[in-house]
């Protein structure tokens, strides 16, 4: 019998669930096989690149290696030569032909070699001024309408002239003759002067300084003349009794004057020196006394520049206005060298001590401006130990300079061993004891520098701590006759209102003659200038002030383009030197003492041939 088994039913859920898997397990492997046909297609393409890649390389270096066997001669590697520079290079040496020429003589041929040669021959040949600024007063040039001069230009009037010392303003000149005589001229002398006039003479003057509206001048009997500036003072002012050559008989001198000699000098003792202000004179004496007076006819000295604490107008004693006083702060002191600006006084010992005192509104005097120290009316001594201060040198002033609202003062700082304690013992410095006894020679300045007339590359409105002028400190030269390196120190400084120059005292040689060497040549010292320049004082032709030393072309323009043209046929770059002192024949066939000096006044500066 058979039994009949019904079929087991599928629930539907476990069916529709099957078939999803299997849809999804065929998805994921039709994806699966999608992605690995992808892969197996980017790997061949890698490939393929790669290959590519790799054969560009190829025939690139091939390429490249064929071209350096081209370029070099078969050699893959370039062979490297030495080679004489083409004469288009920039920097390639060229050697000066020599300006020697055939068929001239010694002398001429020293001119063509060197311009410094030329320069000093001509100083001699021709003597006289040049001068360049403020015209407006008709001193720099007496027979121009130009308000400035911008270049060096002659004097006419004193061409193979020598003259014992000048001194200029913008609106009059003074300068003293070879006989001592005081010669004047611009718009303060007298309006439409075209030339110096003699006022002064029969004095013996040697030297000259001026204040706002007088010249104070010195002679070699030791005795001090005030003259007005104006013609119009000097013919209507009281004019003294002087004698004659003739005995018991005496008039009154051509123009008036005031002596100011002070009346208690002892036996012996006469004025050696002068400097003036604005408004306030100094006289040094020949025993190292110094005096002070007013040097002006319309302002008395106000701002403690006569260095007597408490004179003032109100307070002067019985006389002349101008009567000189002795500066008895300074008794104690021998004073060798004096200078004034226009309201601050300078003296120096002979111990190289500094003593300033008067307007420090600027820091003039080397002290800080503050309310109680605006002016100074007694002597003070300036310390200049600190810019040396941890160098071993002991500095001692040389020389002192003032103008305007300046101050300007010279060092010789001597190497020495550092005194004991002053250093640790371990560890010594090795170079503190090298060079002992070397002398350094610095240059310092003070005061006002907004126009550049500090001369230390810097424009500022007050200095009242020593700056050093770094183009005029610390050079040295090696002195061919002694074969030893000496300092370079200042000859001579000029300061004006604004402006300054420099003369070195630099190595110089004056022995070329018929009996040396053709080669053998002259040369002079040299000589730079600084500092405001509103009205072309600087001589450069242009207008901008100048804060740092620079030189100037040589001064006699058109004889040195001439001599240029002469040797080398084209525009030559020289600088301008001054003729040191020395006994020659000058044009006019005498044979004198005499050198170049510069002048710096206000607002003009000047150079001219000076004798004794």
């Given at each position: 019998m058979f039994a009949r088994t019904a079929p087991t039913a599928i629930p539907r859920c476990s069916r529709l669930l099957s078939t999803r898997a299997q849809l999804l397990a065929k998805q994921a492997s039709e994806q699966s096989h999608v992605l690995s046909a992808s892969h197996q297609t980017k790997e061949h393409r890698r490939q393929q690149q790669l290959y590519r890649t790799f054969l560009a390389v190829a025939l690139a270096?091939?390429?490249l290696t064929l071209s350096q066997l081209y370029i070099n001669d078969g050699h893959i590697l370039r062979r490297a030569h030495a080679e004489a520079p083409t004469q288009e290079e920039e920097n390639a040496i060229i050697f000066e032909k020599s300006r020697k020429q055939v068929g001239v003589s010694k002398e001429e041929n020293r001119d063509l070699i060197s311009s410094q040669h030329h320069q000093v021959k001509r100083s001699w040949e021709n003597p006289g001024v040049y001068a360049w600024g403020s015209n407006t007063g008709r001193v720099v040039a007496p027979d121009s309408n130009e308000s400035n001069i911008k270049n060096p230009r002659r004097l006419a009037f004193f061409d193979g002239k020598l003259l014992r010392d000048i001194k200029l303003d913008r609106n009059f000149g003074a300068a003293i003759d070879e006989q001592g005589d005081l010669l004047q001229w611009g718009n303060g002398y007298a309006p439409d002067t075209k030339a110096p006039v003699r006022t002064l003479s029969g004095k013996n003057l040697t030297s000259i300084t001026i204040s706002r509206d007088r010249i104070l001048g010195l002679s070699r009997s030791g005795k001090v003349y005030s003259v007005p500036i104006s013609a119009e003072d000097q013919a209507d002012g009281a004019k003294p009794q002087e004698s004659s050559w003739i005995p018991f008989w005496s008039s009154n001198s051509n123009v008036a004057y005031r002596d100011l000699t002070p009346k208690s000098l002892g036996r012996g003792e006469t004025i050696s020196s002068i400097a003036a202000g604005l408004e306030h004179a100094l006289l040094l004496s020949s025993t190292g006394r110094l005096f002070s007076a007013a040097s002006a006819s319309d302002a008395y000295p106000t701002r403690g520049q006569l260095g007597i604490p408490g004179l003032s107008w109100q307070t002067r004693p019985e006389g002349s206005f101008d009567q000189p006083h002795e500066i008895t702060t300074l008794s104690g002191f021998t004073i060798s060298a004096i200078a004034a600006g226009e309201r601050h006084s300078l003296a120096l010992d002979s111990q190289g001590?500094?003593?300033?005192?008067?307007?420090?509104?600027?820091?003039?005097?080397?002290?800080?401006?503050?309310?109680?120290?605006?002016l100074v009316d007694a002597p003070s001594l300036v310390p200049i130990s600190k810019p040396y201060a941890g160098t071993a040198q002991t500095p001692r002033i040389t020389s002192i300079a003032a103008g305007g609202n300046n101050t300007f003062f010279t060092v010789d700082a001597t190497k020495s061993l550092p005194q004991p304690g002053s250093l640790p013992i371990s560890n010594p410095d090795p170079s503190?004891?090298?060079?002992?006894?070397?002398?350094?020679?610095d240059t310092f300045a003070l005061g006002a520098g907004i126009s550049g007339q500090l001369g230390n590359n810097r424009w500022t409105h007050v200095q009242s701590t020593p700056a050093k002028i770094p183009s005029l400190s610390g050079l040295f030269e090696y002195d061919e006759t002694t074969n030893i390196t000496v300092p370079i120190r200042l000859a001579r400084l000029s300061v004006g209102d604004r402006h300054a120059s420099a003369t070195m005292s630099n190595i110089t040689y004056l022995s070329a003659s018929a009996t040396t060497s053709d080669d053998d040549t002259n040369w002079g010292a040299d000589v730079v200038f600084w500092g405001n320049n509103e009205h072309y004082q600087l001589g450069t032709g242009k207008r901008n002030n100048v804060s740092q030393p620079l030189y100037l072309a040589p001064l006699d323009e058109t004889a040195e383009v001439a001599r240029a043209k002469r040797s080398s046929g084209k525009k030559e770059e020289h600088r301008f030197h001054v003729t040191p002192r020395a006994k020659v024949k000058i044009g006019d066939g005498r044979k004198v003492e005499v050198e170049q000096r510069v002048e710096c006044g206000r607002g003009v500066t000047a150079v001219y041939s000076g004798t004794w």
């Amino acid at each position: 019998m058979f039994a009949r088994t019904a079929p087991t039913a599928i629930p539907r859920c476990s069916r529709l669930l099957s078939t999803r898997a299997q849809l999804l397990a065929k998805q994921a492997s039709e994806q699966s096989h999608v992605l690995s046909a992808s892969h197996q297609t980017k790997e061949h393409r890698r490939q393929q690149q790669l290959y590519r890649t790799f054969l560009a390389v190829a025939l690139a270096g091939g390429a490249l290696t064929l071209s350096q066997l081209y370029i070099n001669d078969g050699h893959i590697l370039r062979r490297a030569h030495a080679e004489a520079p083409t004469q288009e290079e920039e920097n390639a040496i060229i050697f000066e032909k020599s300006r020697k020429q055939v068929g001239v003589s010694k002398e001429e041929n020293r001119d063509l070699i060197s311009s410094q040669h030329h320069q000093v021959k001509r100083s001699w040949e021709n003597p006289g001024v040049y001068a360049w600024g403020s015209n407006t007063g008709r001193v720099v040039a007496p027979d121009s309408n130009e308000s400035n001069i911008k270049n060096p230009r002659r004097l006419a009037f004193f061409d193979g002239k020598l003259l014992r010392d000048i001194k200029l303003d913008r609106n009059f000149g003074a300068a003293i003759d070879e006989q001592g005589d005081l010669l004047q001229w611009g718009n303060g002398y007298a309006p439409d002067t075209k030339a110096p006039v003699r006022t002064l003479s029969g004095k013996n003057l040697t030297s000259i300084t001026i204040s706002r509206d007088r010249i104070l001048g010195l002679s070699r009997s030791g005795k001090v003349y005030s003259v007005p500036i104006s013609a119009e003072d000097q013919a209507d002012g009281a004019k003294p009794q002087e004698s004659s050559w003739i005995p018991f008989w005496s008039s009154n001198s051509n123009v008036a004057y005031r002596d100011l000699t002070p009346k208690s000098l002892g036996r012996g003792e006469t004025i050696s020196s002068i400097a003036a202000g604005l408004e306030h004179a100094l006289l040094l004496s020949s025993t190292g006394r110094l005096f002070s007076a007013a040097s002006a006819s319309d302002a008395y000295p106000t701002r403690g520049q006569l260095g007597i604490p408490g004179l003032s107008w109100q307070t002067r004693p019985e006389g002349s206005f101008d009567q000189p006083h002795e500066i008895t702060t300074l008794s104690g002191f021998t004073i060798s060298a004096i200078a004034a600006g226009e309201r601050h006084s300078l003296a120096l010992d002979s111990q190289g001590r500094l003593f300033t005192w008067g307007d420090n509104s600027a820091g003039q005097l080397g002290f800080d401006t503050a309310a109680e120290t605006s002016l100074v009316d007694a002597p003070s001594l300036v310390p200049i130990s600190k810019p040396y201060a941890g160098t071993a040198q002991t500095p001692r002033i040389t020389s002192i300079a003032a103008g305007g609202n300046n101050t300007f003062f010279t060092v010789d700082a001597t190497k020495s061993l550092p005194q004991p304690g002053s250093l640790p013992i371990s560890n010594p410095d090795p170079s503190l004891s090298r060079n002992i006894g070397r002398v350094t020679a610095d240059t310092f300045a003070l005061g006002a520098g907004i126009s550049g007339q500090l001369g230390n590359n810097r424009w500022t409105h007050v200095q009242s701590t020593p700056a050093k002028i770094p183009s005029l400190s610390g050079l040295f030269e090696y002195d061919e006759t002694t074969n030893i390196t000496v300092p370079i120190r200042l000859a001579r400084l000029s300061v004006g209102d604004r402006h300054a120059s420099a003369t070195m005292s630099n190595i110089t040689y004056l022995s070329a003659s018929a009996t040396t060497s053709d080669d053998d040549t002259n040369w002079g010292a040299d000589v730079v200038f600084w500092g405001n320049n509103e009205h072309y004082q600087l001589g450069t032709g242009k207008r901008n002030n100048v804060s740092q030393p620079l030189y100037l072309a040589p001064l006699d323009e058109t004889a040195e383009v001439a001599r240029a043209k002469r040797s080398s046929g084209k525009k030559e770059e020289h600088r301008f030197h001054v003729t040191p002192r020395a006994k020659v024949k000058i044009g006019d066939g005498r044979k004198v003492e005499v050198e170049q000096r510069v002048e710096c006044g206000r607002g003009v500066t000047a150079v001219y041939s000076g004798t004794w």
